[in-house]
């Protein structure tokens, strides 16, 4: 791939997502400025192009950092060892299979979506580590790691933000 992610975030500011490699922005108008992660997010064909490329261990980190999954819940999603996923930390510029690439960008998703519902990351992880009744009485954490479980956790979200409960 040959391009380096940095992603910052502040407190007080918004979200910025960079690549040094231009190949994710090229042609989209995001010319003299980065979009926000969320953005990137909401752009459904740059997050296919991403996938399709893989993510970049360093760019992962940076990621990683800021969901609630221990290294050990990221190899269960992954459905690799904890010594595959060490391994990949140590090897200089892995970059990630496109289905370990759609798991870290959908839990990103989720991530993002809940702060946003929530109103902050800190509200949203501690519902993701509660029992909800509308998910079967499980916890909503144990569901992020499949495509289905992720859509289960979103329509969660879409109907605490319009007030529906089950």
Do not use: C
């Not at 009485?137 to 979103?154: D, S």
């Amino acid at each position: 791939m040959g391009g380096k992610y940095s992603y910052s975030a502040s407190e007080s500011g918004p979200d910025v997502l960079n690549e040094a490699a231009s190949v994710y922005f090229s042609g989209r108008g995001f010319a003299s400025e980065p979009p926000s992660f969320a953005e990137f997010l909401r752009d459904r064909l740059l997050v296919v192009e991403a996938v399709r490329k893989g993510i970049t261990h360093a760019f992962f980190e940076v990621i990683r950092t800021r969901l609630p999954f221990s290294d050990q819940e990221w190899a269960d999603i992954f459905n690799i060892s904890l010594k595959s996923l060490q391994r990949y930390k140590s090897e200089k510029n892995h970059i990630f299979k496109p289905i370990h690439s759609e798991k870290i960008l959908q839990a990103a998703e989720l991530v993002e979506e809940g702060t946003r519902v929530f109103g902050s990351r800190e509200k949203f992880f501690l519902w993701l580590d509660t029992p909800n009744f509308a998910l079967g009485g499980g916890i909503p954490k144990a569901l992020a790691g499949t495509a289905y479980g992720h859509e289960l956790i979103l329509s969660e979200l879409n109907a605490i933000e319009h007030g529906v409960f089950a």
